[in-house]
């Protein structure tokens, strides 16, 4: 077994062991919740933070890997919505959920350990850069989209409200909090105190374990129950056409070949739970969401091991 296929074998065998404590009931259903909690809201936060202060950026371009990945999101995402609204007859708030199902890849909970395992830390601030402004983009495109389809027909867009909802979300958010504060103990030059470190680096190190074990209680928790074919539909988009077409960009722009890499296997990434909570939202296509999210992660084990062996071939 190469040592490749072993990393990506035990990145997924901790998402099972977590789903097979919840199938078994071992854990109970709200303990889920509460692991999640922590790794999104202390863990995850605190390896940013440890990343944006240690970490040498120099040789990535954030601008052309941005540009690239998010091409590639946006041309899913709309692809996500067609296929929703013409093909399977949804309506316009269905087609929203099938986009960012199609568009959003789990790069919290399952992206942050998974590049960290195969790219190591220069892999992850690659992944850095891509989460310091993934939340934000798709966080204002979820909000516009729900004031837009998400209402009542009769309501009109209010600017002041979308802006509003988004900086609120924004700046309460525990990732981009731990990457501002991380930015801003930059600025200063100042290293971190011998107490302080030790802190860090011992919650910080537990983000990736943790977050691949909430990710497996998660996917119990929400199963399959029905839309099976919407679902496949847009697993496909979202674990093949949108690395594919970041593959494209990031080979046309010439990237490096890391940032190259860690773009196409973020963009393989399957859809997280963001997908759910906004279908949740517009109380329409939970099961749906649902369905897509676990399916695709499911799928993930073999469709990563193949666009990770894709990216070596092509990049080196």
């Known amino acids: ?27 109970k259903p709200a303990s889920g919740e509460g ?10 936060p605190l390896l940013l933070f440890r990343t944006m202060v240690k970490s040498d950026f120099h040789g990535v371009t954030p601008w052309s890997l941005w540009g690239a990945y998010f091409a590639a999101a946006a041309i899913t995402w709309t692809t996500g919505h067609l296929m929703m609204t013409r093909v399977f007859k949804r309506d316009a708030r269905a087609g929203i959920v099938g986009g960012v199902s199609s568009a959003y890849s789990n790069v919290v909970l399952l992206g942050a350990p998974f590049v960290l395992g195969i790219f190591g830390a220069s892999g992850f601030e690659v992944l850095s850069l891509l989460v310091s402004v993934h939340l934000p983009i798709m966080m204002m495109a979820s909000i516009v989209l729900f004031e837009m389809f998400g209402r009542g027909s009769g309501e009109t867009v209010h600017p002041l409200r979308v802006v509003k909802n988004f900086l609120r979300r924004l700046f309460l958010n525990p990732l981009i909090i731990g990457i501002l504060v991380g930015l801003a103990w930059r600025l200063t030059g100042a290293p971190l105190p011998d107490l302080v470190e030790r802190l860090v680096n011992t919650l910080a190190d537990t983000a990736g374990p943790v977050a691949l074990f909430a990710m497996g209680l998660s996917l119990r928790r929400f199963g399959i129950s029905g839309n099976i074919r919407p679902a496949l539909a847009l697993s496909v988009l979202k674990l ?45 296509g939970q099961a749906l969401a649902s369905n897509q999210m676990t399916l695709a992660t499911a799928s993930a084990v073999v469709t990563t091991s193949f666009w990770l062996t894709v990216v070596i071939h092509v990049f080196g």
Do not use: C, D, H, R
């Open 1 to 27: 077994m190469t040592p490749l296929t072993e990393t990506v074998l035990f990145v997924f065998s901790l998402v099972a062991l977590g789903y097979l404590t919840g199938l078994t009931f071992y854990l």
């Open 240 to 284: 093949f056409v949108m690395p594919a077409l970041v593959l494209a960009f990031v080979w046309l722009l010439g990237l490096p070949p890391l940032t190259a890499k860690v773009a196409v296997v973020v963009a393989a990434l399957p859809s997280g739970i963001n997908s759910y909570l906004i279908a949740v939202q517009f109380n329409t």
């Open 35 to 44: 692991i999640s909690e922590f790794a999104v809201s202390v863990a995850m």
